[in-house]
């Protein structure tokens, strides 16, 4: 892979991981004043338990992204950017610009998604 491409995927990262912790911090405080609210009756309670497991379930899913982010960051770093960690061949330009963070070329993507 060329340097202008990896500058450009590093960049897509960076941007991506910047946008993931600021929803990650809003999603939180959004918490945090679900929490202080004076809820009434139990429909403003289960409103309440009902958007803090949604909210709850999205920082997962962010934090999970995040953390691939950080893994595939290192392997801008390290030289290992865009090969498959199954196969060991080159993940396709194109999926890459869909998923700068893809860590599996699309066949070996089916093949992990079907294992789990």
């Known amino acids: 892979m060329q340097a202008s ?3 450009y995927f590093k960049e897509l990262l960076l ?3 910047e946008q ?3 929803n990650i911090q809003g999603v939180r405080t959004e918490l945090s004043e679900l929490s202080s609210l004076d809820l009434n009756d139990e429909g403003d309670h289960a409103s309440a ?3 803090s497991m949604v909210e709850g379930a999205i920082i997962e899913q962010q934090k999970q992204e995040l953390e691939e982010i950080e893994k595939i960051l290192s392997k801008i770093k390290n030289g290992g950017y865009g090969i498959c960690e199954m196969c060991e061949d080159e993940i396709g330009f194109q ?5 700068p ?5 699309i066949d070996c993507r089916e093949i ?3 294992s789990k």
Do not use: D, G, Q, W
């Open 15 to 17: 941007s991506r991981k």
């Open 95 to 99: 999926r890459l610009k869909v998923k």
């Open 101 to 105: 963070h893809a860590a599996y070329c």
């Open 49 to 51: 338990n009902n958007n």
């Open 5 to 7: 491409e990896l500058t």
């Open 112 to 114: 992990v998604e079907k």
């Open 20 to 22: 993931i912790e600021k």
